[in-house]
Each structure stands twice: as structure tokens, then as C-alpha cells.
């Protein structure tokens, strides 16, 4: 577990800004194991558990004014937004086309983000920076500016929040990701939306209103804001109760805050699984993973969701994508349907090795000691060429996850280019 802590805050966000949207984004193609990818881009978030501050993050983060209280619907919201849009289906990251200045852009739809940034390579055309945050970070201190809002749409529709706008580095999320992610949209423009989100048809839609009769939607669930607005369910695990999950669509793995995972297993209702590593902006993270007994929330019951040992408590994209999920966040609410992968088993195979896209190829980027991938002499900076007879630049990350942590015992080829040399090797995925 990593930590950034806010050293000290300058420019007008100083004054207006208390609540920091900065996600960590926790950019892990798995060790061939659990995939909470997209937590390059982490929040600030500060909320009371047990008499004690703990901070929502994957890569936990500590903010100064720990004292202050948002309202994350006191602000001025902007109108609803309207139409359909394409985005991956069964479970993959929800990107929407963002446009800017004549170009469009690609931004990660996350919940889990208080407020919405851009990457890097935007900074030129963010203008003056109205602000810095002063971070504490694994490898030192480093500062994050924040912008007033450029002129962004989705489809012709103006965004724009109360809060200002953050910058960050992105590379290692679309590296991890295989895909081109240019920002992310949190809860500042969320907040104020009625959407839908159809995995199995690979839609998202916004809405004025919601259909009428609301059952038709599913079961209602009655969402939580933490303090910085990002929205949360209410369930229990084993005999403890009650416990409050971070909704995530920029994760697509789900966790349990680290003392909750051990006080599960110790009561034996979680299997212990292998541990995970992975790279965000602020560093290494690694932990553990295991298999839950029972999770409900409401009246929704599942049984062996796989959960990583990483604060806070949350689910993601793995979970959701069981169902047809719709979002009414101005009336509190969320709405699950049963959609088509509501039963679909957990992944319970781990190959050893992590892997990056970079520069169009499919790199090896490390490879655990006695793992399939070390047994069948995979070496980091290997690049992929063929994966059982398929050019390896036909899988996006979400399709190679899919392969390589679902069937223990299932045999996998490789066709690999070390040092200007194809190499052939084979490895068997083991049980987690």
C-alpha cells in the first residue's frame, strides 16, 4: 500500500477547492490475476469508519482539510446530458468521446472520481494553472496543478463543474489498458445525470427522466455519498455488517479494505488467494487477493466474488457488468437488472506475469518468481507476437484477462521476440 498526503495547497483551489478528485490510477494489466486497472487516477476522498479517518483510494491518499464536510449536491449542478453512446461490452472500460478544441477525445466514465481530469499531454491547452496540490508520493514530493474548465462537450453538450479541473500523467493507464485514455469524467459532472449502462449491448445512455413503471429497471438500491460525493451501497460480508462499497466504474475488479480482509479470513469466510502487484503514478502497489463466501447488498446475494485486499471496500466493473445498471444519482438511487453475465464464474486462474501495450506491442513488463509464466522462461521486455496461433494485437486487455485468469489448468502458447529473436514456449495457467 502506497500513500500520498497533501503537504499544502496554493491558488484559489486553496480557498474553495477542499475536495481534491485525484485518483491514483491503479494501471494493472493482472499479474494475470485480478484487474483493478484503472486506479491510475485515484481520488482524494476523506470519510469517518470505526472513530477513525480512513481515505478512499487504491493507493491511499491523505488530504489536509480532513476537517471539512462536502454536500456533494450543494453545488450548482450542471443540465442533464442526453443520447446513446457506444462503449465496450461485458465488463470493459466505459469511455466516452469527449470533444475539445476539434478533436476527440477518449475519457474514462468513472464513479469513483470526485472530480474530472486530463492527462498530461493536455496541460498546454488547460491554460493558467489556478492552483497546486503539494503531494507526498513513494518516490518524494511532487505537485499537481489544477485549471479552470477548457470548452468541452459530449455531443454538442457543454461540461462543466463548480470544481476545477485536475492534471495528471495518464501514460501508464493506457499502457496498462491498451487503450488511448485522455481524461477522466468523475463525480463533479456525474452527480447531476440519470444514465444507464447496458453491458450486454454496449451502451451507455443519459436520460432527463427515468422510465415509468421504475420496476421495470430492477431492483432499487438506495445510493450513499461519501464526503467528497462519490457514491457508495451498503452491504455485508459473512456475519459483518454493515460495510460501505465504493461504487467504481474506473475498476473492474472489486476489494475489501485490508483489515476487513483479514478479519474474513481469520473467521474463515474468505479463501486467501495469490497476492497481486501493480504500477500507478504514485508508485508500486501489491497485495493480496481471495475468494468471498457471501456478499449482500439489499436483497442481491453472491456468492465467491473474488476480492482484493486493497483499501477501500469497493465494487467494479466485474460486479456491475452482471447487470443492466441505471444511475439516478440526483434521485439517490441505483437500479440493477439481471443481464445476460449475471452468473458468470469468477476468475480463478493466475499466469505470473504482467504485461504493458506500448508502442502497439504487448510487453512483458515482470514475472513472478516459480509462477506458469517463469516456469515456461517468459522474461521481462519479451514482446507478444502470437498467442495461441492469434496475433497478439488482436486482444485489448479485457480480452486478454479473459484468457489468461479464467480456466486453471488450461494451456496457453506464445510466439515471443527477445532481443530480435522469436522465441516459441507454452505455459499452463495454475489454480489461484
Not at 500520498?4 to 474553495?16: F, I, L, N, Q, Y
Not at 480512513?54 to 488530504?63: Q, T
Not at 494451456?411 to 529473436?421: T, Y
Request: aromatic content about 6%; some cysteine; proline content about 5%.
Amino acid at each position: 500500500m502506497c500513500q500520498w498526503a497533501v503537504m499544502e495547497s496554493t491558488g484559489s483551489d486553496a480557498s474553495r477547492d477542499k475536495c481534491v478528485a485525484l485518483r491514483d490510477v491503479q494501471a494493472k494489466v493482472p499479474d494475470c490475476g485480478d484487474s483493478r486497472l484503472s486506479h491510475l487516477f485515484k481520488r482524494l476522498i476523506p470519510f469517518h469508519r470505526s472513530g477513525t479517518l480512513a481515505l478512499v483510494a487504491l493507493c491511499v491518499l491523505a488530504i489536509s482539510t480532513i476537517g471539512w464536510t462536502a454536500d456533494p449536491f450543494a453545488a450548482d449542478d450542471m443540465p442533464s446530458l442526453s443520447g446513446e453512446f457506444a462503449v465496450g461490452k461485458d465488463g470493459r472500460m466505459i469511455l466516452l468521446p469527449i470533444e475539445m478544441e476539434g478533436r476527440v477525445l477518449q475519457f474514462l466514465l468513472d464513479t469513483g472520481a470526485c472530480r474530472t481530469g486530463f492527462d498530461l499531454s493536455l496541460r498546454d491547452t488547460l491554460g493558467t494553472t489556478v492552483g497546486r496540490q503539494r503531494l507526498q508520493t513513494p518516490a518524494g514530493i511532487t505537485n499537481v496543478e489544477t485549471f479552470h474548465w477548457p470548452k468541452i462537450s459530449l455531443n454538442g453538450q457543454s461540461l462543466k463543474s463548480d470544481l476545477n479541473v485536475v492534471c495528471v500523467d495518464l501514460t501508464d493507464l493506457r499502457q496498462a489498458s491498451s487503450k488511448q485514455i485522455d481524461g477522466v469524467l468523475g463525480m463533479d459532472i456525474l452527480r447531476s445525470q440519470r444514465l444507464t449502462i447496458d453491458f450486454d449491448r454496449g451502451t451507455l445512455t443519459f436520460m432527463d427522466s427515468l422510465l415509468q413503471p421504475r420496476s421495470r429497471l430492477g431492483t432499487r438500491l438506495a445510493l450513499g455519498f461519501f464526503e467528497s460525493g462519490v457514491p457508495y451501497l451498503t452491504g455485508s460480508v459473512g456475519d459483518i455488517h454493515p460495510e460501505r462499497f465504493l461504487i467504481d466504474t474506473g475498476a473492474q475488479g472489486n476489494s475489501l479494505n485490508p483489515e476487513l480482509f483479514d478479519r474474513l479470513v481469520e473467521k474463515q469466510h474468505l479463501r486467501a488467494g495469490g497476492p497481486f502487484s501493480s504500477v500507478t503514478v504514485a508508485g508500486p502497489v501489491q497485495g493480496g487477493r481471495g475468494y468471498l463466501d457471501h456478499l449482500a447488498i439489499g436483497p442481491i446475494h453472491h456468492e465467491g466474488l473474488r476480492m482484493s485486499r486493497v483499501g477501500p471496500s469497493s465494487i467494479g466493473l466485474r460486479y456491475l457488468s452482471r447487470y443492466r445498471v441505471t444511475f439516478d444519482f440526483p434521485d439517490r438511487a441505483v437500479y440493477l437488472r439481471t443481464g445476460a453475465d449475471h452468473a458468470k464464474p469468477e476468475p480463478h486462474a493466475s499466469c505470473g506475469m504482467s504485461l504493458r501495450w506500448i508502442s502497439g506491442n504487448v510487453t512483458v513488463e515482470s514475472v513472478k518468481p516459480t509462477s506458469p509464466a517463469a516456469r515456461a522462461e517468459i522474461q521481462p521486455s519479451d514482446v507478444l507476437v502470437r498467442i495461441d496461433g492469434k496475433s497478439a494485437t488482436e486482444f485489448d486487455q479485457f480480452a486478454m484477462r479473459q484468457l489468461l485468469t479464467y480456466e486453471p489448468g488450461r494451456k496457453v502458447s506464445f510466439r515471443l521476440l527477445r532481443k530480435g529473436r522469436e522465441i516459441s514456449t507454452e505455459l499452463v495457467l495454475e489454480e489461484d
